[in-house]
């Protein structure tokens, strides 16, 4: 069964609403949700692939309900509370408190060099790109097939393409495989390859004409069509 985030060509949904001059956070709360967020990830409490899962996990109903910032939220309580620094008692007991006082002020801890680290990581971006010796396994013009078994585990294959054959048009660099990562099963990276898709391969008789899909792909979602 396809998780609640992976809606990529279904009906029914409504609009994209767009809005105009759209604020980085609409509230302070917001705000604090992305630094704390962007705090565990630089104390190395979880990974970026585990905290895509996580939001993942949120059931349909309540992640569709979610805004976008409570599903960091859900997230980011999900992987503490795996990590061992938290339990959930005492998110409840620290929800109940703050909720009949919430004047009380929450405790600071300065730290200079992991502050400094921290925003030349959100400001220049950490990336997933790493080294590989292994020879890639496609080349350019090569006809492939994504991976078409259901995904219960977190993927970057997004379901629409899932089952369908295309076209090798780029090579890509070595990324972090995400399976593995949000297992912590290690890094174990991959070559990528961006793949053409035909629209009506993908979406059938009804696709646009000359809209094709362009997706980027790990070596192991692939075999050779």
């Not at 590989?132 to 393409?161: C, M, N, Q, W």
């Not at 048009?169 to 972090?176: I, T, W």
């Amino acid at each position: 069964m396809a998780r609640a985030h992976d809606i990529g060509g279904l009906k029914g949904l409504g609009r994209v609403e767009m809005e105009q001059d759209e604020p980085v956070f609409h509230s302070e709360w917001e705000r604090r949700v992305f630094g704390i967020t962007m705090a565990t990830l630089g104390k190395g409490l979880f990974n970026i692939e585990q905290f895509r899962s996580g939001v993942e996990e949120i059931p349909i109903v309540p992640y569709l309900e979610s805004s976008y910032y409570e599903r960091w939220i859900a997230t980011l309580e999900r992987n503490l509370i795996r990590a061992g620094v938290v339990s959930e008692d005492e998110i409840d007991a620290r929800t109940t408190e703050l909720s009949h006082r919430p004047e009380t002020e929450v405790g600071r801890r300065e730290e200079p060099e992991f502050c400094e680290m921290l925003l030349g990581a959100i400001h220049g971006g950490m990336s997933p790109e790493r080294e590989l010796d292994a020879p890639k396994g496609f080349e350019i013009g090569d006809r492939v097939v994504a991976s078409g078994t259901e995904v219960l585990t977190h993927t970057r294959l997004p379901r629409y393409v899932r089952g369908k054959t295309g076209v090798v048009v780029r090579l890509d660099k070595a990324f972090v495989f995400p399976e593995s990562n949000a297992a912590g099963d290690g890094e174990n990276p991959e070559w990528c390859y961006c793949v053409r898709f035909e629209a009506e391969d993908v979406w059938g008789p009804n696709a646009e004409n000359a809209a094709p899909v362009y997706v980027d792909v790990w070596e192991s979602y692939l075999v050779a069509a």
